[in-house]
Each structure stands twice: as structure tokens, then as C-alpha cells.
């Protein structure tokens, strides 16, 4: 059995939970977080809730720790910190500071000897790999990824984190036109911008400065600044009872030639109606590979591009072959 721990219990520490239990080669040793341990409820009878005081106290009895922070400001120092002691798994989601993220688990995991694999889930993660694939297929074309409709958990994290905000939701939304242009291969041209538009629902606290957080959130680099961005201000009740779930999904399409005329599209969708859901079983079936990777000594940081699909599955290379290829 692959012992896993959590650090971090939000909608994305939940959804690894859940999915843990869907792996019968997986068992959840513990819960680990910032609050009181005694606040917390899980759903792993058998688990324990425990401080993140005194982790690494747990080094023996954890295979693989699933750090389900925010890639605003806890996962650049969780993710480095942690594989100190731990192989890791994180769903760092801040695509323009992957590469600085990379080389500081880096130097900590070679250090360490242990496997941290980085930025996991469907994007970056799953749409990752399929940009790669239509790239490397079609050399001659363009890669158009779109986004939505639907909740981002971390652009919403963003949002919560200004001064003055309760809570948030944040929508990223394909423009139509855009998407609908690229299916009918006209290889257009286009500007973030022109791609997707972004729509938030904050709720304030009572005295904010409503202008402030708005100025705040349309002018934040690597989230909204790129975009055309529409912020709402509305009641807690107003939040809970409109925007309570978490979908999302999205388009990568890759438009190329192999010839004079002859033309190719290659597109991957997803349709979540759980965000976090379907991110936290990315992240298991990663806890899988980083636990198989240090098993042969593997160590330092790797990516989705770097671990081959086998390693995700708890099926045999022999299996693989009779059942899926």
C-alpha cells in the first residue's frame, strides 16, 4: 500500500481524499494542517488529523505528501520545504512562474533524494501533455487553448487573498467566436485578450473599499491583467446560493498541415462539474508515479512531460499491454 499524506484540507484536499479511497493500492495515513486538528472533521475513519508542527516527524510513515495549497504564496514555499523529507505532488498553476518554481524543488529534491513532481492536474497537467502530443505531431501548426466556462480555484484564491475580501468566485469564459473560428481551421491570430474573458463575484467586508479591490484584482499580474475583467460585489447569501459549485473544463486544439491542402485538427476536451474533484485524482494518480520514481532511486523535480503513463497506473506494464494498448 502507497501511504499518502495531505497537507492542506480545502475543496482540493477533499477531492484527494476522496480519490485515495478510490485506489485500492493507496491508503491516507494523515491530514495535515495549520488550523487546530481537533477543528477538523474528515471522512477516513482510519486517518489521522495532525498538526503541520512537527511533520516531518511522520517521514517514516509517509510515502507520498499531496501539498494542496494555494500556487499564490503557500505552494512556492510549501513544495520546496516539504521535499526536504517527502516525495511531493503539487498542483502549482501559475504557468509564467513554472520555471522558477521547477528549479527551486529542484535543488531541494536532488538534495534530498526524493521525487517532486510539480504543476499537476489538467491544466498545467492533462492539457499539458496533449499541447505536447499535437506539437509534436503536427510541427507545422498552431496550439489554441481555451479555458471555461467555468470556476477557477486559483484565480479565485487570488481574489480572496486582497485585503477586504471575504470570498470569491472567479469564472474564466471562452470567447465564442474565438473558439468557434479555430474549429473551422482558419488559424486565427489572437491575443489573450480575444481568447477569454474573466468574470468575479466577491464578497466584501463590511467598510471595504470596493474600488480598491476591484482596481486590485483587474491590474494583477499573471491573473487578470491580460484580460477583460468584470468584478461583482455581492452578498455572502448572494455567493452561496448562485455559485456554491466548482465546474470547469475546457478546449487544447492543435490546427496544423501535413501537406499543401491537406489539413488536420486535433482537439481535447474536458466537461468537470468538479474542478477540484478531477484535479485531486490527477494528483493521486501522480502520488502513484512519484512513489514508483523514488522506488528506482529517481530523484529531484519532474513535470507531466517527464514520467511516462505507465508509472500513473496501479495496472502491470503486462496488464497495460493486454488491456489498453
Given at each position: 500500500?502507497?501511504?499518502?499524506?495531505?497537507?492542506?484540507?480545502?475543496?482540493?484536499?477533499?477531492?484527494?481524499?476522496?480519490?485515495?479511497?478510490?485506489?485500492?493500492?493507496?491508503?491516507?495515513?494523515?491530514?495535515?494542517?495549520?488550523?487546530?486538528?481537533?477543528?477538523?472533521?474528515?471522512?477516513?475513519?482510519?486517518?489521522?488529523?495532525?498538526?503541520?508542527?512537527?511533520?516531518?516527524?511522520?517521514?517514516?510513515?509517509?510515502?507520498?505528501?499531496?501539498?494542496?495549497?494555494?500556487?499564490?504564496?503557500?505552494?512556492?514555499?510549501?513544495?520546496?520545504?516539504?521535499?526536504?523529507?517527502?516525495?511531493?505532488?503539487?498542483?502549482?498553476?501559475?504557468?509564467?512562474?513554472?520555471?522558477?518554481?521547477?528549479?527551486?524543488?529542484?535543488?531541494?529534491?536532488k538534495k534530498s533524494g526524493k521525487v517532486g513532481i510539480i504543476s499537476v492536474g489538467w491544466d498545467p497537467g492533462m492539457f499539458s501533455l496533449n499541447r505536447l502530443y499535437g506539437n509534436a505531431i503536427l510541427p507545422n501548426g498552431k496550439d489554441y487553448t481555451f479555458w471555461g466556462k467555468g470556476v477557477s480555484q486559483g484565480h479565485s484564491d487570488a481574489i480572496r487573498r486582497i485585503e477586504g475580501v471575504v470570498d470569491a468566485k472567479q469564472y474564466t469564459i471562452p470567447v465564442d467566436s474565438a473558439l468557434?473560428?479555430?474549429?473551422?481551421?482558419?488559424?486565427?491570430?489572437?491575443?489573450?485578450?480575444?481568447?477569454?474573458?474573466?468574470?468575479?463575484?466577491?464578497?466584501?467586508?463590511?467598510?471595504?473599499?470596493?474600488?480598491?479591490?476591484?482596481?486590485?484584482?483587474?491590474?494583477?499580474?499573471?491573473?487578470?491583467?491580460?484580460?477583460?475583467?468584470?468584478?461583482?460585489?455581492?452578498?455572502?447569501?448572494?455567493?452561496?446560493?448562485?455559485?456554491?459549485?466548482?465546474?470547469?473544463?475546457?478546449?487544447?486544439?492543435?490546427?496544423?498541415?501535413?501537406?499543401?491542402?491537406?489539413?488536420?485538427?486535433?482537439?481535447?476536451?474536458?466537461?468537470?462539474?468538479?474542478?477540484?474533484?478531477?484535479?485531486?485524482?490527477?494528483?493521486?494518480?501522480?502520488?502513484?508515479?512519484?512513489?514508483?520514481?523514488?522506488?528506482?532511486?529517481?530523484?529531484?523535480?519532474?513535470?507531466?512531460?517527464?514520467?511516462?503513463?505507465?508509472?500513473?497506473?496501479?495496472?502491470?506494464?503486462?496488464?497495460?499491454?493486454?488491456?489498453?494498448?
Amino acid at each position: 500500500m502507497i501511504k499518502v499524506g495531505i497537507l492542506g484540507y480545502g475543496n482540493l484536499g477533499r477531492g484527494v481524499e476522496q480519490a485515495i479511497n478510490m485506489n485500492d493500492d493507496m491508503e491516507l495515513f494523515a491530514v495535515f494542517t495549520r488550523r487546530n486538528p481537533d477543528s477538523l472533521k474528515i471522512k477516513s475513519e482510519t486517518a489521522k488529523v495532525l498538526s503541520v508542527d512537527g511533520i516531518e516527524n511522520y517521514k517514516n510513515d509517509i510515502d507520498v505528501l499531496i501539498i494542496c495549497g494555494g500556487s499564490a504564496t503557500d505552494l512556492p514555499e510549501q513544495t520546496p520545504k516539504y521535499v526536504q523529507t517527502f516525495n511531493v505532488v503539487d498542483s502549482f498553476d501559475t504557468h509564467a512562474k513554472i520555471p522558477e518554481h521547477f528549479a527551486s524543488v529542484d535543488e531541494m529534491a536532488k538534495k534530498s533524494g526524493k521525487v517532486g513532481i510539480i504543476s499537476v492536474g489538467w491544466d498545467p497537467g492533462m492539457f499539458s501533455l496533449n499541447r505536447l502530443y499535437g506539437n509534436a505531431i503536427l510541427p507545422n501548426g498552431k496550439d489554441y487553448t481555451f479555458w471555461g466556462k467555468g470556476v477557477s480555484q486559483g484565480h479565485s484564491d487570488a481574489i480572496r487573498r486582497i485585503e477586504g475580501v471575504v470570498d470569491a468566485k472567479q469564472y474564466t469564459i471562452p470567447v465564442d467566436s474565438a473558439l468557434d473560428a479555430v474549429r473551422a481551421g482558419k488559424n486565427p491570430e489572437l491575443a489573450t485578450r480575444e481568447k477569454h474573458t474573466r468574470e468575479c463575484f466577491v464578497v466584501a467586508a463590511d467598510g471595504a473599499d470596493k474600488a480598491k479591490i476591484e482596481q486590485e484584482i483587474k491590474t494583477m499580474p499573471n491573473y487578470f491583467a491580460d484580460y477583460d475583467t468584470t468584478v461583482h460585489f455581492i452578498t455572502k447569501e448572494e455567493l452561496d446560493k448562485n455559485h456554491s459549485g466548482i465546474p470547469h473544463g475546457g478546449f487544447v486544439l492543435r490546427s496544423g498541415k501535413t501537406s499543401d491542402g491537406v489539413n488536420h485538427i486535433v482537439e481535447y476536451s474536458l466537461k468537470l462539474d468538479s474542478n477540484p474533484e478531477f484535479t485531486a485524482s490527477v494528483l493521486v494518480a501522480y502520488a502513484r508515479a512519484a512513489y514508483k520514481l523514488n522506488k528506482e532511486r529517481v530523484s529531484g523535480c519532474k513535470t507531466v512531460f517527464d514520467i511516462a503513463p505507465a508509472y500513473l497506473s496501479p495496472k502491470t506494464n503486462e496488464e497495460l499491454r493486454a488491456t489498453l494498448l
